[in-house]
């Protein structure tokens, strides 16, 4: 960041200074160049986490003075969230808002939703349901300041291991033991390690009609 320590922020009514400046010091290593981009990024990254879905920053030196920085930052509105909703049969529609911690009327972090999706995709995976996948609808209403989201939730069967038969008796007395039982994605790659196979060694079988998986020696290259 070369000699530049002295900063001055404009607009910033909802985020104080001094938070600002915490982030000024965490990028004081950047290379100069890179500097004001990262700053400007970092600050927008806040503000929009913060429900300020709109905010816009500029940095750049300050006209009068060679020395210190101005960033000026255009907050824009607060957006909460609005009406909050789900069509699923693992995901009741009552407890949407509790699973990911939002309530109508808490400022609404968009930025983070992705985050949260991607992470009850993999809990509901490793229930057994692989094929399962949730796609947010978000609509805004810049008028009122109101986010809707409503999630479409692809459930897809709930696959039981219906068979395990390999050619190596040590692979197959280890993953004999996950017959009878719920699909899990980590606990299958967890005696993958153990056993020091790889996926080319073993072939799942998903039967999406029954929710049925099986697990095979593969075959071997012709």
Known sequence: MGGRTRFAFKGNHSISTERLNEIVRELKDIDRGEFLKELSRKITE?????????ANVNAEPDPTDQDPILITVDEGRLYAWGEIGAESDILPIDLVA???HIEKGW???????????????????????????????IS?????????????????????IQSAMLDSPNAHLLFAKLQ????????????????GLTSNDIRLEFNASRGEASIFSSSPEP
């Open 46 to 54: 806040m503000y929009r986490i913060s429900g300020f879905l709109r």
């Open 98 to 100: 509790e699973l990911f």
């Open 107 to 137: 400022p609404a972090n968009i930025a983070e939703m992705g985050n949260m999706i991607a992470a009850y995709v993999n809990n509901f995976q490793e229930q057994g349901y692989k094929d399962c996948a949730i796609t947010p609808r």
């Open 140 to 160: 805004t209403d810049d008028e009122s300041g109101q986010v809707n989201l409503f999630l479409d939730v692809y459930d897809g069967p709930r696959y039981v």
């Open 180 to 195: 009878g039982q719920i699909f899990s994605p980590s606990e299958y790659e967890s005696l993958l390690a153990q056993g």
